[in-house]
Structure formats: C-alpha cells, structure tokens
C-alpha cells in the first residue's frame, strides 16, 4: 500500500503523534513512491530517528534498526557464519567426508543473521533504520552503497539473495563526518531543522497532555530564542518537551524570570550555556 | 515539463552546487509523481533529489524563486506554460491599467497589518503584491537588482512604523517584563521579515518576467559557502562555513591518524593457541591483532594579527573543533612574538571566550602589534623546540607578511628537523607570495608542504589529499 499524497503521510504521522512539517512529509511520500532510501541529517534531538520509528509504527511493518558505530563490520552488519558451531559440528563428526560436512555447515542452520540480512530477507515489507550512518568507517559506508542500490547480497556459500519486498529505508546522520558523494546520491535528502514555534507548540500538545496552550505557546518560543543564541548545545526538540513536563510538574502557569531561572538546568545541559541564556533573555534584545 | 527543470539544473551547475546525471533523472522522475501546482511540493522534491549538501541549500532557494516564480500564479493552467516565462512577457494582471482604483496607503497597511496579525499567509502575499504594484515603481528594462525595487518598497511603506504599529496590536498588557518584551520582539522580528520575503519575491517573479530567467539567474548568484574568500569574509558567510568545520576537523584527525584499516586484522596465532587449552585445542575463539592507531600531536601555530582578522577567526575555530579529535594538541599565537594558548581551549570551553581570553591575556605582541615571523619562530623553536618530538606535526597558519624585516629563517629549518613535518596554510593567492613583504619562500623552502587555503574547499582539498612522511616507529609496538 502507498500513499496517496503527502498530506495523507502527514496525516498518518500526525495520528502517531509525530507533526511533521511540509517538508518531511514531502520527502517521506516520495520514498515510498519510489522506493528510494531517505538521508535524513540534522542537529541532536529533531526527531530523526523517530521519523523512521513512526513509519513503522503507521505502515504496520516491522521496524529493523541498525545502529552505526566506528568499528562496525560486515559480520555485524549484514551476516556472519556461526564458526564455534560450525567448529563443533566438525569435531563431533568423523563419519562424513569433508564435502559433506562442509557442505552442511555452509547452510542456514550455521548463519547468524544481521539487519542488513534480515531487511533483505524478510517476507513481508519492512522499515529499514540505519541509525547515524556518519560514525561508520568509509569502508563500512561501501557496503551499505552496494546493498541499498539495488537490495540484495550475494553470500558466496548460499548464492544471491534477492530483496522479496522493497523495504522503506532510513539513514539518519548528525554529520559529523561528510558521507561519501556515492552514498548521497542514492539517497533523497532530508535536513530537518529545529521547528518554528507553531510546529513545535503542536508537538508539545501532541506529548505532553494537560499542557495549557498559553504554557506551551511561551516555551515555543522560548526554545526559538535560546535557539538564536552562540551556545555549546542548543535545546533539542526532547529537551522542551522535558521542560514543559517540568512546568506541568510543578504547577507552573507562566514562565517569567523566576521560574525560567529555576528550570534552565533542564532546557540546557551546560552551566556556561544556563548563565549565558538566563542572562541574555532576562534582558530585552537590541 | 522537462526543459524548466533543465534550465533549473543548469542554473544549479552554474552557481557550484554539484548535480550529477543520476540527480537530474531522479529530479524529473519524481517531479512526475507529484502535484505541479503546489509550488511547496514542487520544491521539496526538487531539494530533496537534487541538493545533497546543506551549504548549498542557499544557491538553491535563490534559483529555485528565479526559476519556479510563476508558479503559485498559475495553480490552474497546465504546467507546461512554466516554459514561457521569457523576457518582454506579461508584467502583473491585465486590469491594473486605466480602471484600476486609486490607490489608498492607509488601506494597504491596515490590510497588512490585519494579515500580520493573525498569520494571514494568502493576505500577506496579496497586500505584498499590491505593495509592489504601487510603491516600488518598476520600470521594465532598467537595470536596477531587486534590491533597489526592495528597499524603495518597504521606506515607502514605513517598516518602522509597521513595527510599532504591530507590536501595539500584539501587546496584551502594558507592564510586560524584559523577559516578555523580548519573546514579543522576536515575534515580531519574524512577522515583518515574512512580509519582507513576501515582497522581495514578487519583485522577483516580475524581473524574471521582464527580463527572463537567466538573466536574473545571473544577478543573483553567489559563492558557495566553500567557494567565498576567508580573508574577505562577512559574518554571515563566515557563520554558515562554521557549520563545516566540525566534518572536516574529525576527517583531517583521521587522516592524521593514518590508521591503515584492514577488513579485519592478521590472525594472532600464538594468542589463538593459548586460547585454545580452555576448548581441549578446539580454537574456537580466534584471536586477531589489529594495527594500532597512530596518536598523533598536531601543534598550531597562528598569525593573528590583524591583516589576518578574519582568517585567524577561522583558523581558531578549526583549532577549536580540532580539541576534540585530538588529546595532544597545542595551540600557539603569534603577532611579533608567540604564546601558547592551549589551555584557553580546553574541552567544554566556548569558542568566543577563548578568543576573548586569546586577545586579552595572550602575550604575543612584544614590540609593535606588527608581524614579525622571525621573531616568533625564534622565540617558538628556543622556548617550546625541545618538547617536539618525531610525532609532532606543526601546522603553520599566515600569510607570511613580515613587515619588511628580515626573514630569520633558520628557526625554522630547525623546527623542521625536530617535528616530524611541518605544513604551512597561506590564505593568500599564490600569485601575491613573495610581493611585496611576502617572505613566503624563505620559509616554504624549510616545508614538508606549503598549501593555498583561501577558501574552505581549498582546505578540504588539503585535508582531503593530506599525506605525511610516517613518524619514526618507537618500538616495533
Ligand atoms: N516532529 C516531532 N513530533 C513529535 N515529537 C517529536 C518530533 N520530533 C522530535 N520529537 C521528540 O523528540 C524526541 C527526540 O527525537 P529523536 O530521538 O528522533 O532525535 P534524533 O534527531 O534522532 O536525535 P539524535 O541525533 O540525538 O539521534 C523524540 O523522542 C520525540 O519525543
Ligand atoms: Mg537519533
């Protein structure tokens, strides 16, 4: 099943309490028309990951992640052979001549299967994640390339397996490393950025219930003008919804100077960030 | 359909922003899929197969308004007449000529301000259009940008009283706290800015429809982020390389790493064996031995005087960045005498505090505030020479101006000798080295290399391409 349009994806998010905006709905329809990967890249915390969690959650399908750190193979990433059980099997038998046992222990009985396998080989559609692709190695980046043009991997032992369905792939950067030219150009392209004030007062009435309008209206645009600040860390889209739990928490009906210089420590994760924010917006600007 | 989006590409190519053959196909093959009259969706879909690099997302705002300007206008007719937007075509709607009402200025600013108010999107960009019709005085064919149109636009609209105006009617209660009055004022801020965006693209769409798009195309192009020229940088553009310093910073701490990263790494027979005894001999658990990662010591060495304001400001950030990636590097200043000022970037430290500390507390002027380099390599090489080892890589960043004075080169050759490479980043044009008070081949000769870096792709070229002789293996480790 596709969608029909993009506001019919925005809709779907939006009834799993994800509000995307124009732009991240315009993308995600036109990966599942298609059947393209979706490059998604953007500061901590705007949601990247839970894009591709949510689509699996209103597409039905079964969400496979991958989470990419430096170091990460090819045995962990797309299959290994089981070789302490292949040894075993080996020891245990003295009957068989080695082209059989070979032959034997060269099945899927002995392969451990990884999610980049098990995307490929999963019966029913499914809802690749390959969480911050940048910390992988380049060399890792290659084998991702060769398995997301054209979904299928060749296991020299078992022969080509071929993707029975086209899964809707994820890729979520923080760009900390610039990816390979190759690897973007398979890709569509998503920067999703921190939200305006009006999509940002829609998903804190989205997750946080029993939030007051007027409360959430001012944390919105409180988050936009921190946001405008140098900082070491900005305030991620989680950080305002932990902030308005905060305000819920304790009764607060309005944010002023006090209660703002009694809860920044939960909006900002840096003390040299929590003086420059209290000092900056206690004064008005220009 | 087709040859818009072609025009579209080439625009892209012209202002930088790399669009390879498979993009381009990509490109049209989803612009079938989608509905060409939502001008949003047309240019998300285009964003998303074409640009691949937020950097270059500004180059393709820019085109995409030159290029798709008509399109909201014709929502109801076929699409294929996004082709026919040429010069000499039609400037606004057909009625405003004779019949057309007196105009009214009160009228358009209190429509304006209703729509500013309430967020009215269709009624900003009806009053904008309406604005231009009537103040900005376009005359087609005159060779003025948009920006002249723009600015006559919004004096004669009176921005500043549009504020007041705006921020009367936003204004709850009248004692507002500091805190309250500044969250009004950005509102505010960003209310008026969408009417001044509103405006500026109805200028636009009519200078493409006088003069045609490539024209404007033109007028309107810009460098790269990676393409704009550090020394001469403004701070917006300044700003908007920062964000790709951090990228880069941990590709240049890899490269320097040189960690030469097999698939997997060599089997280790005798550990593998040893293993073994625990399964009766059965080697269940291999074991490998992988090649250790080199730890690299970068030291920096800064020009930050003040020929070299802006650049410097760059370099500090790269070095900044670099903190991260690297435990052992060290940071040295220099303007006639040099300073270190590692400790000002400490982990956790925000970068504007260390400049401020860095010009304030640093010792690097001795003299005059003149660059003097061979002053600085002298005092660098007898006070910190003898802490360098074979693993030491000095980088060297200036333009090597010295004032005229006397190049004391011989600093250098000795550093050259303690480090294991020492690599110089000028920000100048190679054709300016050596004029004037350039010393330049005095010191390049005492180079493992010298490098051009007047822009950010120049220094990505450089990281990129960046190999060093091996530092002198310890022990066999
Ligand atoms: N559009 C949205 N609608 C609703 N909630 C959102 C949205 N975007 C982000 N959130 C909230 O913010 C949280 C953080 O988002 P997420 O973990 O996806 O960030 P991320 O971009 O993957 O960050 P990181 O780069 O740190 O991995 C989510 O768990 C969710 O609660
Ligand atoms: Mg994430």
């Known amino acids: 099943m596709h969608f029909d349009s993009p506001e019919a994806v925005s809709a779907a998010l939006k009834s799993a309490q994800y509000l995307p905006d124009a732009r991240i709905s315009q993308v995600v329809f036109l990966a599942d028309r298609l059947s393209k990967p979706v490059l998604v890249e953007g500061p901590a915390g705007v949601g990247k990951t839970e894009l591709a969690k949510t689509m699996a959650i209103v597409t039905g399908r079964d969400l496979i992640r991958l989470q990419c750190y430096e170091g990460l193979d090819e045995a962990k990433a797309l299959y290994e052979w089981n070789y302490k059980k292949q040894l075993l099997r080996i020891q245990s038998d003295v009957d068989h001549d080695w082209d059989t046992i070979s032959h034997d222990i060269f099945s899927e009985e002995f392969l451990l299967t990884r999610p980049l396998l098990a995307a490929i080989r999963s019966p029913d559609p499914v809802v690749l994640l390959i969480d911050e692709v940048d910390r992988v190695e380049i060399e890792t980046e290659a084998l991702l390339l060769e398995i997301l043009s054209d979904f299928q991997v060749s296991i020299p032992e078992l022969g080509t397996m071929v993707a029975a369905t086209q899964p809707l792939v994820f890729l979520t950067s923080n760009n900390t490393r610039e990816l390979s030219e190759a690897l973007k150009r398979r890709c569509l392209f998503l920067h999703i950025d921190y939200p305006d004030p009006e999509r940002e007062e829609e998903i804190l009435a989205a997750r946080v219930p029993g939030l007051a309008e007027h409360l959430a209206s001012q944390v919105a645009k409180v988050a936009r003008s921190i946001r405008g600040l140098d900082l070491k860390k900005a305030p991620s889209i989680s950080e305002t919804i932990d902030w308005a739990r905060t305000l819920l928490a304790l009764s607060i009906e309005q944010v002023d100077e006090e209660v703002l210089g009694d809860t920044l420590h939960v909006l900002l994760k840096y003390q040299t960030d929590i003086e420059k924010a209290a000092k900056e917006l206690t004064s008005s600007g220009r | ?477």
């Not at chain 2, 960009?125 to 900005?136: H, P, S």
């Not at chain 2, 064996?273 to 010591?297: I, K, M, N």
């Not at chain 2, 360098?388 to 101006?401: E, H, K, N, P």
Request: aromatic letters at 8%; one cysteine or more.
């Open chain 2, 1 to 477: 359909m087709l040859p818009v989006i072609t025009g579209f590409v080439d625009e892209l190519r012209r202002s930088g922003v790399p669009v390879s053959m498979v993009e381009a196909i990509d490109a049209m093959k989803a612009v079938e899929a989608i509905d060409l009259s939502e001008r949003v969706a047309l240019r998300e879909t285009l964003r998303a197969t074409l640009v691949k690099n937020l950097r270059h997302e500004r180059a393709f705002d820019t085109a995409f308004d030159v290029y798709f300007s008509t399109v909201p206008a014709l929502a109801e007719e076929d699409a294929d007449s996004l082709d026919q937007a040429q010069p000499g075509g039609e400037v606004s709607d057909p009625e405003s000529g004779a019949q057309a009402p007196a105009f009214d200025l009160e009228a358009l600013v209190d429509s304006l301000l209703e729509a500013l108010e309430g967020l009215d999107a269709e009624a900003l960009r009806r009053g904008a259009r309406d604005a231009v019709d009537n103040l900005a005085g376009m005359e087609p064919g005159r060779p003025v940008g948009g920006t002249y149109y723009l600015y006559r636009t919004l004096r004669r609209l009176d921005m500043d009283d549009l504020e007041e105006q705006l921020t009367e009617a936003l204004l709850a209660d009248n004692d507002l706290t500091e805190f309250e009055r500044r969250l009004l004022e950005e509102e505010i801020e960003t209310r008026l800015e969408m009417l001044r965006r509103e405006i500026e693209e109805e200028i636009r769409r009519r200078l493409v429809a006088d003069r045609g798009r490539d024209a404007v195309a033109r007028t309107l192009r810009r460098p790269l982020a990676e393409d704009v020229d550090l020394m001469h940088a403004t701070r917006a553009e300044l700003a908007e390389m920062e964000a790709a310093i951090g990228p880069l910073t941990r590709k240049l701490a890899a490269r320097l790493a040189r960690r030469r990263k097999r698939r997997t790494g060599r089997l280790d027979f005798r550990r593998t064996v040893r293993r073994s005894l625990a399964t009766g001999g059965v080697p269940v658990d291999p074991q490998f031995r992988y090649p250790r990662p080199h730890r690299p010591e970068v030291w920096l060495l800064c020009d930050i005087s003040g020929s070299m304001a802006t650049f410097s400001r760059f370099t500090l950030q790269f070095t900044h960045a670099m903190s991260t990636h690297f435990s052992r590097l060290r940071t040295f200043a220099f303007v006639d005498t040099v300073d270190e000022v590692t400790e000002f970037f400490g982990p956790g430290v925000d970068f504007g505090s260390a400049v401020d500390r860095i010009t304030t507390e640093a010792e690097v002027v001795w003299l005059d505030g003149h660059s003097d380099y061979g002053n600085s390599l002298e005092t660098f090489y007898s006070r910190y020479g003898r802490q360098m080892t074979s693993r030491t890589t000095v980088i060297i960043t200036g333009d090597a101006r010295n004032n005229y004075r006397p190049a004391r080169d011989s600093a250098l050759s000795e550093v050259a000798r303690a480090a294991r490479a020492v690599i110089w980043l000028n920000p100048e044009p190679h054709a300016y080295w050596d004029t004037g008070d350039s010393a330049m081949s005095h010191y390049a000769r005492h180079c493992t290399s010298v490098h051009e870096v007047r822009t950010l792709r120049q220094l990505e070229e450089f990281v990129e391409n960046l190999t060093l002789p091996s530092a002198r293996p310890l022990q066999n480790a």
